[in-house]
């Protein structure tokens, strides 16, 4: 009988573990590529840099210095983002959520001799809304 309920209890104990792996969860959403920084507050690039705008977003790629800068210029309760990728094949988003008017920086370290492509993006609780064209700088 002792043997009989050990048994009953290993199985019980094995299915409550296998239901518990294999029932599906919901998907996580994610941002765009690897790497996800979020911003600290900033008062706008200065000095030479290159920007792209995308409905309610300003993004600007200061090169000397990796910095990435994201404008939240629409109150539509979107994060603003800038997606980048680099050519030899680093990829991510510098995510504003500081509100609507604010400028964010995210301080990157990016290789000196690499292609860097980047462009503006809304997200919803981290999925994609839209996104606007891909701009390319060459370091």
């Known amino acids: 009988m002792r043997g009989a309920r050990r048994g009953a209890l290993a199985i019980a104990a094995l299915v409550g573990?296998?239901?518990?792996?294999?029932?599906p969860t919901?998907?996580?959403?994610?941002?765009y590529g690897d790497e996800t920084n979020y911003t600290a507050i900033s008062s706008g690039?200065?000095?030479?840099?290159?920007?792209v705008d995308h409905t309610g977003v300003t993004v600007c790629l200061k090169p000397n210095?990796?910095?990435?800068?994201v404008r939240d210029i629409r109150a539509d309760g979107y994060?603003?983002?800038?997606?980048?990728?680099l050519q030899s094949g680093r990829w991510g988003s510098c995510v504003n959520n500081l509100g609507s008017g604010?400028?964010?920086l995210c301080n990157k370290d990016f290789p000196e001799s690499d292609r860097i492509y980047f462009n503006g993006a809304r997200y919803n609780s981290g999925n994609l809304v839209d996104r606007g064209w891909e701009q390319v700088w060459h370091t």
């Open 17 to 23: 573990v296998a239901s518990t792996l294999l029932t």
């Open 26 to 31: 919901a998907a996580s959403a994610a941002y």
């Open 45 to 51: 690039p200065t000095g030479d840099y290159v920007c």
């Open 65 to 69: 210095g990796d910095e990435l800068y």
């Open 79 to 85: 994060a603003a983002v800038l997606e980048w990728n």
């Open 102 to 104: 604010n400028w964010g």
